[in-house]
């Protein structure tokens, strides 16, 4: 009898044969990655009992942004900082949930990143899909001393590395590290990440169209114009639009990204640089969604080539399939 190979493939075991390519990986990159990928098994654990382990609700402060910050979102922000110390190979953390940078102690660490520990996290108490978002920079100083968040400032094509988590249906983990995108499942009967999809590429074209409709009347015209060729066009292949709106970022492009179409947050009054982060939202996702064939842009510029000019400024984003963001730009150029 021919034994045909079946074996599953863990995180841990693509990201050591991913390093065994590269003759001079030290292996410290690879101990990043598996310890994201810890915090996320962990933080996974907790979301799943969200329903009766007293983790829902309010934690009583407010972020950097104004915005009531979640218990979950502490732990998640938690989980991951404890995560990322285990080795010495962090330097400093940027995250959503901490106004200032956070210095790990270790002056010798050669990586900085940047977290959004659980976004989406109004859909927490409906037990609707949430995520933790990573994007990883090199530090740009010596390794002598601690870095200076000024080098933290770097433009989203300096990324290494970046990636999500989404806590949904099932608890999957994607990222890049500029060699296409990789998908993993989380098996908890086992507690392993397996490989679900090594390399995902998305259609040209996509049929979904995501943007926050109660803000119509806050939208540029180019952007309505776009919502309202949707309603009305059908593109050449005959199939019609449809419109979804899941309220957390990671839900909305992962389903981009595996569907195609194009998920949009623009300015508006309210937020007239948007809403989005650029450093822990919008690079990583832009930077996933670049490598899977698409295309993201704040309608005029490549989001990866914005040049930061603070931790936690905003942009407006339009990211997805090429022909959809492409459409949307020359209605938002009109
Ligand atoms: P709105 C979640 O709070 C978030 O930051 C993103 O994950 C999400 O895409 C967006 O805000 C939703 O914002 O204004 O549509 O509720």
Redesign the pocket.
Known sequence: MNYRKTRLETLEEFIIKRQNRFPGATGEFSQLLRDIGLAAKIIAREVSKAGFNHILGSYGQENVHGESIQKLDKFADAQLISALNRSDITAMVISEENDEAVQMGNPSGKYIVYLDPL????NIDINVSIGSIFSIYMRQSGESELPDVREALQRGTRQVAAGYVLYGSSTTLVYTTGLGVSMFTLDPSIGEFILAEETIEMPDLGHIYSV?EGYYNAWPPGLKQYVKYCQEEVPDDGRPYSARYI????A?VHRTLMKGGIFM?PRSEKYPRG??RLMYECNPLSLVIEQAGGKATDGKRRILDIEPESLHQRTPIFIGSKQNVDRVCSHLQD
């Not at 976004?119 to 109004?122: I, L, N, Y």
């Not at 309220?247 to 990671?250: D, E, F, N, P």
């Open positions: 976004d989406g996290s109004s926050n309220g957390a970022m990671v909305d947050y809403k989005l």
